[in-house]
């Protein structure tokens, strides 16, 4: 499989318990994205890599949350002390630069 | 400065028909122009771009019109299907640069 992989694809946490997800990009891409999706809406920028540089953070990633791309190659997102609003689907992105994304199939978080 | 408006939030189209989504930015600098089609609980998936040195581009039944003077985008579908029955979000990139930034989607039913 060539395209864009998330783990998990579900996860339900209680609030106030952090959580950590991975992305495998696609592997000639150097370009990585996250974006945060909420139900009838567009998704909505977090962060993105060149490489394993981190080159833009949106005002959305609140201290809680962090992004690493070790090595260039897989991503992790992490959000420590999840909070209800927290529920959403995280997607992960991978490109060349100046070329659409390709989507993963997200992973889908919910806060209780 | 960063901003694409989608229009219509939704539509409904007879089985057969064209279907006609339309976006607008205001940044000059994009200069690639990404459609995603989204169904519920996926991610959403590259369908057909264009970049701004061409007025149309046409795959399959999906068609980019684009006019740069007036800074607009459309996507048409043509012999709609209950199949493209979806959301669409049309995106646009600043080359080299940043990240994708997305319309407001468009929910499209296609009635059979």
């Known amino acids: 499989d060539t395209g864009v992989s998330q783990d998990p694809r579900h996860k339900i946490t209680k609030r106030g318990q952090n959580v950590t997800f991975r992305c495998d990009p696609i592997?000639?891409?150097?370009?990585l994205y996250w974006y945060r999706q909420t139900l009838g809406q567009g998704p909505e920028f977090l962060t993105y890599?060149?490489?394993?540089?981190?080159?833009?953070k949106s005002r959305l990633l609140s201290d809680r949350f962090s992004a690493e791309r070790p090595k260039g190659s897989f991503s992790t997102l992490e959000i420590q002390r999840t909070e209800q609003g927290d529920s959403a689907m995280y997607l992960c992105?991978?490109?060349?630069?100046?070329?659409?994304?390709?989507f993963g199939q997200g992973t889908r978080l919910t806060v209780v | 400065q960063q901003q694409v408006k989608q229009s219509p939030q939704s539509l409904i189209v007879q089985k057969g028909g064209i279907s006609i989504i339309n976006c607008a930015y205001e940044?000059?600098?994009?200069?690639?122009f990404p459609w995603y089609q989204q169904f519920p609980g996926k991610g959403p998936a590259l369908l057909i771009a264009i970049r701004p040195d061409v007025s149309e581009k046409k795959e399959g039944r999906f068609t980019i019109s684009f006019n740069k003077s007036a800074k607009q985008f459309s996507l048409h579908i043509m012999d709609s299907q209950p199949g493209d029955s979806a959301t669409y979000f049309c995106a646009a990139i600043v080359g080299g640069a940043q990240k994708l930034v997305f319309g407001q989607g468009t929910r499209l039913t296609i009635n059979p």
């Open positions: 890599f060149q490489n394993e540089a981190q080159l833009e």
């Open positions: 940044n000059t600098a994009f200069d690639y």
């Open positions: 592997s000639e891409h150097n370009r």
């Open positions: 992105a991978s490109s060349r630069i100046g070329e659409g994304a390709f």
